[in-house]
């Protein structure tokens, strides 16, 4: 049973930064598509970023490239997201989620929210101005 455990979230101000992380367990491969995704209220979940560990990627969206940067520490099975300049649209609830095993590097590409069936419950990001 794939499991995922996020942490990191809070709040900051416009300009500031913060980590995610994501403790993933329960794969029965080493090699998957995991990412991170947010849902501001009032709005759709949108893709943020993914990466098929030991495979390809990181892959971002648009909003996301060049401000925030996905890893993984393999040792420790955990993904992170660091969140540079931080701007007041950024505020939203941040998912760590991740694709059935053994699914392409093109789906995990494409980045859509309907391809992942593993989510985490979340952890809130909050910019201020």
């Known amino acids: 049973q794939v499991q995922l455990v996020e942490s990191g979230g809070g709040s900051v101000q416009a300009g500031g930064s913060l980590r995610l992380s994501c403790a993933a367990s329960?794969?029965?491969?080493?090699?998957?598509?995991i990412g991170w995704f947010r849902q501001a209220p009032g709005k759709e979940r949108e893709g943020g970023a993914s990466i098929y560990i030991g495979i390809s990627g990181p892959y971002y969206a648009d909003s996301l490239k060049g401000r925030f940067t996905i890893s993984q520490d393999n040792a420790k099975n955990t993904l992170y997201l660091q969140m540079n300049s931080l701007k007041p649209d950024d505020t939203a609830m941040y998912y760590c989620?991740?694709?059935?095993?053994?699914?392409?590097?093109?789906?995990?590409?494409?980045?859509?929210?309907?391809?992942?069936?593993?989510w985490g419950q979340g952890t809130q990001v909050t910019v201020s101005s």
């Open positions: 329960g794969y029965t491969y080493s090699s998957y598509c």
């Open positions: 989620a991740s694709m059935p095993e053994l699914r392409s590097a093109s789906v995990c590409r494409r980045g859509s929210p309907d391809d992942f069936i593993y």
